[in-house]
């Protein structure tokens, strides 16, 4: 895996060659027989106001298109399935996890992507699928941005003495921290966690899990706090149980703990250790008509270019997907502060860490979830 790679490493020893300017920001070609609008599904709230004001409004003022933003990136696949199945796909451009678009490509849903012909180069004159890396989890899969579930705690416990967490494994450590904690209702992350934290390597991790023994093992581990976990199902909970103080530490999406930390100002830190990486980004339906994908293709070049990915880290926590776009992340849009830390792609962020296995939680998903639903039970 040469993810640390792409996203610390390469990114640092990049930074004097990139110029800073996107090549399509300079000089961006006329779209010829393209449609005069775009409908774009993504997420809402913070995320797709990142999205606007890194892509779309400034594509708008260079071309004079207009966008109409569709909320509803959490039921693509279904929605999808269904205007296919009408004969009617009023979508042009869909923000999704990676999960999804593997299976709206493996559905033939999703158009198939020749990276070095749709995609910008990088503004330091890599090929874009070198700049891309290892995002390109999929071949119709076009990528934003990477965002991590990690951990947050809080730094005022009375309790814990001083003492303050510094790797994964304090959250399974309820002597010296006590309290309660959060994690979702679901098997996914929780079962790596558990393991790393029960003595398995990370490279033997799915091996283990690929056997009823090792989800077992798993679950005997969160055993030992489970009396102590809140569990939550939307992203929005942990940090809202950390600013209550119903929670000392707990797992959400890197943003989220991001929003509590530095615009909140809530006594909460990070905890980076072992975050889990994601992907998200963009699929094309497939089959759209010629002057609507003249239009898309037109507008993902530059959406998808070195700047663009790092301008959208103005607003909002999350990693550029591109190894050329690391370097160019600046300052916060209204904070003022620098995003460079808050990134889970930061090198200083990533000593370890771990990435979705979208393959192997795609074949076992159906299994394991019902074996954690029959344990929460227990």
Not at 272 to 285: A, E, K, L, N, R
Request: net charge negative; hydrophobic share 40%; glycine share 6%.
């Amino acid at each position: 895996m040469k993810l640390k790679h792409w996203l610390g490493a390469t990114a640092i020893a990049l930074a004097p060659a990139v110029s800073g300017t996107a090549l399509l920001a300079q000089d961006l070609p006329e779209c010829e027989d393209c449609a005069d609008s775009l409908t774009v599904v993504s997420w809402g709230g913070a995320y797709q106001n990142s999205q606007q004001n890194a892509y779309s409004e400034p594509y708008s003022e260079m071309t004079g298109t207009s966008f109409t933003w569709d909320e509803s990136s959490n039921e693509a696949v279904a929605k999808l399935r269904a205007m296919f199945e009408a004969g009617n796909v009023t979508w042009d451009l869909v923000d999704v996890e990676g999960p999804d678009s593997q299976r709206l490509c493996d559905e033939g849903l999703a158009m198939e992507i020749d990276v070095e012909e749709m995609l910008a180069a990088g503004a330091d004159g890599s090929e874009a699928e070198d700049d891309f890396g290892d995002s390109l989890i999929n071949d119709c899969f076009i990528p934003q941005i990477v965002f991590s579930t990690t951990f947050g705690y809080r730094t005022d416990v009375a309790d814990w003495n001083g003492a303050v967490p510094e790797d994964l494994c304090a959250v399974f450590d309820l002597e010296t921290f006590p309290g309660k904690r959060s994690l979702e209702k679901r098997p996914k992350k929780n079962l790596e966690w558990a393991l790393l934290c029960d003595g398995v390597a990370k490279e033997d991790l799915y091996d283990v899990l690929s056997t009823p023994e090792g989800v077992d093992q798993a679950l005997a581990k969160l055993g030992t706090i489970k009396d102590q976990v809140v569990w939550w199902s939307a992203g929005a909970e942990t940090p809202q149980l950390l600013a209550d103080g119903e929670v000392v530490m707990g797992s959400t999406y890197n943003g989220r703990l991001f929003s509590v930390i530095e615009e909140q100002d809530q006594p909460v830190a990070m905890l980076w250790d072992w975050q889990v990486f994601d992907f998200d980004g963009w699929i094309i339906p497939a089959d759209l008509p010629e002057e609507r994908l003249n239009r898309v293709l037109h507008f993902v070049k530059f959406a998808t270019d070195t700047q663009r990915l790092a301008d959208q880290a103005k607003y909002i926590s999350y990693g550029p997907a591109r190894a050329s776009s690391q370097p160019l992340v600046s300052t916060h849009a209204d904070l003022g502060i620098e995003m460079g830390p808050h990134m889970p792609t930061n090198p200083d962020n990533q000593k370890n860490y771990l990435v979705n296995n979208i393959e192997w939680w795609a074949d076992n998903q159906d299994d394991v979830e019902a074996k954690f639903q029959v344990w929460l039970t227990q």
